[in-house]
């Protein structure tokens, strides 16, 4: 079996748990594009399906906050909704982004797998390989369970009410999940149980393209900071002293082919990075944007709505895990490619000639402007990002509190 076969095999695996997500809404980055024409119908239809349902999801929520803004002079009303509409509202920014650019992060991928290291003679190298990954394996299902698990227990939560009343022998009434205005009276027999079939499948597709899109994106950053950190691996190697038998002494042998080789996978990946960057620097920005706000509206409901509290406080938690994975891994591969230039002066540069010093000079050059994902350009990405926005969000919320407190 090829290097090449290996390689798409163990990235394909590491993105099993993301193609899961996208495959429910209706396209996929690995999967053999099928040339028959049903299959590629049902494809069509479940992907516009789906975006239907999220619009028409997302459009009822905007509906009815706008309504409570203008009849009601209450805060919590308000807001109560806010967090959802910010979550969906990244959602469908996400689902648009990532079909439009599918064919991108398609070749993205394939392209990954000239750069995937398949050797396991170099220990060190496989043990950074198999750490890179088990540790992306558990942010993936991190990630994923938060997710779930708040979904799931928005979607019982008006069941769970409803059972409790009637044990408690109070009047009871199954309630609905979402804060949305429907052109209908949905409180009619049938209507209701349509309404809330409409938002359980609202709420399950606004995960799975949250889910298919961020799993893609902390999964390809995980690959190149491994992929810059084994190169760090390669550099330091470089220089090594062999023995002269006519001399009597060691002595560094001439590594510049070895240089000039690293140097090429240090500028391939440089190229892949930008590539990446510009694929998901769209989405980047919806997420710095709508995260503040987001986890501000949700702490104000968790203080103010004890029946929905529990629901909220998952929420809070991937609303932070969600955030939090976008700055973590934009802000690894940062470190990485800075870490090239500090490999380099760790090498034995100093016991090269002067042809191996000039080379390895320009590389360290190269790499202290290192990689960063952008939030559409407008400012880089780091965990320094995540704690602004933690910031931002507490600086809302007081506000946010302070006027519902003065009314």
Same mark, same amino acid.
């Given at each position: 079996?090829?290097?090449?076969?290996?390689?798409?095999?163990?990235?394909?695996?590491?993105?099993?748990?993301?193609?899961?997500?996208?495959?429910?809404?209706?396209?996929?980055?690995?999967?053999?594009?099928?040339?028959?024409?049903?299959?590629?119908?049902?494809?069509?239809?479940?992907?516009?399906?789906?975006?239907?349902?999220?619009?028409?999801?997302?459009?009822?929520?905007?509906?009815?906050?706008?309504?409570?803004?203008? &009849?009601?002079?209450?805060?919590?009303?308000?807001?109560?909704?806010?967090?959802?509409?910010?979550?969906?509202?990244?959602?469908?920014?996400?689902?648009?982004?990532?079909?439009?650019?599918?064919?991108?992060?398609?070749?993205?991928?394939?392209?990954?797998?000239?750069?995937?290291?398949?050797?396991?003679?170099?220990?060190?190298?496989?043990?950074?390989?198999?750490?890179?990954?088990?540790?992306?394996?558990?942010?993936?299902?991190?990630?994923?369970?938060?997710?779930?698990?708040?979904?799931?227990?928005?979607?019982?939560?008006? #069941?769970?009410?409803?059972?409790?009343?009637?044990?408690?022998?109070?009047?009871?009434?199954?309630?609905?999940?979402?804060?949305?205005?429907?052109?209908?009276?949905?409180?009619?027999?049938?209507?209701?149980?349509?309404?809330?079939?409409?938002?359980?499948?609202?709420? !399950?597709?606004?995960?799975?393209?949250?889910?298919?899109?961020?799993?893609?994106?902390?999964?390809?950053?995980?690959?190149?900071? !491994?992929?810059?950190?084994?190169?760090?691996?390669?550099?330091?190697?470089?220089?090594?002293?062999?023995?002269?038998?006519?001399?009597?002494?060691?002595?560094?042998?001439?590594?510049?082919?070895?240089?000039?080789?690293? +140097?090429?996978?240090?500028?391939?990946?440089?190229?892949?990075?930008?590539?990446?960057?510009?694929?998901?620097?769209? #989405?980047?920005?919806?997420?710095?944007?709508?995260?503040?706000?987001?986890?501000?509206?949700?702490?104000?409901?968790?203080?103010?709505?004890?029946?929905?509290? !529990?629901?909220?406080?998952?929420?809070?938690?991937?609303?932070? &895990?969600?955030?939090?994975?976008?700055?973590?891994?934009?802000?690894?591969?940062?470190?990485?490619?800075?870490?090239?230039?500090?490999?380099?002066?760790?090498?034995?540069?100093?016991?090269?000639?002067?042809?191996?010093?000039?080379?390895?000079?320009? !590389?360290?050059?190269?790499?202290?402007?290192?990689?960063?994902?952008?939030?559409?350009?407008?400012?880089?990405?780091?965990?320094?990002?995540?704690?602004? +926005?933690?910031?931002?969000?507490?600086?809302?919320?007081?506000?946010?509190?302070?006027?519902?407190?003065?009314?």
């Amino acid at each position: 079996m090829s290097s090449n076969i290996i390689a798409k095999q163990e990235i394909y695996k590491s993105l099993k748990l993301c193609n899961f997500c996208t495959r429910k809404i209706g396209f996929s980055f690995i999967d053999e594009k099928s040339i028959s024409f049903v299959p590629k119908v049902l494809s069509l239809v479940l992907f516009f399906g789906s975006t239907l349902i999220l619009f028409l999801k997302l459009a009822g929520q905007m509906d009815y906050a706008i309504n409570k803004l203008v &009849t009601s002079a209450s805060v919590v009303e308000f807001v109560a909704g806010l967090h959802i509409i910010g979550y969906d509202t990244m959602s469908f920014g996400k689902l648009l982004t990532i079909w439009y650019k599918k064919d991108i992060f398609r070749n993205l991928i394939n392209e990954l797998a000239d750069l995937w290291p398949t050797s396991s003679h170099d220990k060190d190298s496989v043990e950074i390989k198999q750490k890179k990954l088990s540790s992306l394996r558990i942010g993936q299902f991190s990630y994923a369970f938060w997710n779930i698990l708040g979904l799931w227990l928005y979607n019982l939560t008006p #069941v769970v009410i409803y059972v409790y009343r009637k044990i408690q022998g109070a009047p009871a009434q199954l309630g609905y999940i979402w804060h949305l205005s429907y052109p209908f009276d949905k409180t009619q027999p049938v209507y209701h149980e349509l309404s809330f079939v409409f938002e359980i499948c609202g709420g !399950m597709v606004s995960v799975w393209a949250m889910l298919g899109s961020d799993i893609l994106f902390m999964t390809m950053a995980s690959h190149i900071s !491994m992929l810059l950190q084994l190169l760090q691996l390669k550099i330091r190697h470089l220089g090594t002293l062999e023995y002269d038998r006519h001399n009597d002494q060691y002595k560094c042998k001439d590594c510049y082919r070895d240089i000039i080789s690293v +140097i090429k996978i240090h500028q391939k990946l440089i190229m892949y990075g930008n590539n990446l960057e510009d694929a998901f620097s769209v #989405v980047n920005l919806i997420n710095v944007l709508l995260s503040s706000v987001d986890i501000c509206c949700v702490v104000f409901n968790i203080l103010l709505d004890p029946w929905m509290a !529990m629901s909220n406080k998952f929420f809070l938690g991937a609303a932070l &895990t969600q955030v939090g994975i976008l700055c973590w891994y934009a802000d690894d591969i940062f470190t990485s490619s800075s870490g090239v230039a500090n490999a380099v002066y760790e090498s034995s540069w100093y016991q090269n000639n002067i042809r191996c010093q000039r080379a390895l000079l320009v !590389m360290m050059q190269r790499s202290q402007k290192p990689l960063y994902f952008t939030a559409l350009k407008f400012s880089s990405i780091t965990m320094s990002t995540y704690s602004s +926005i933690l910031i931002n969000s507490y600086s809302y919320f007081t506000l946010l509190y302070t006027v519902y407190r003065s009314d």
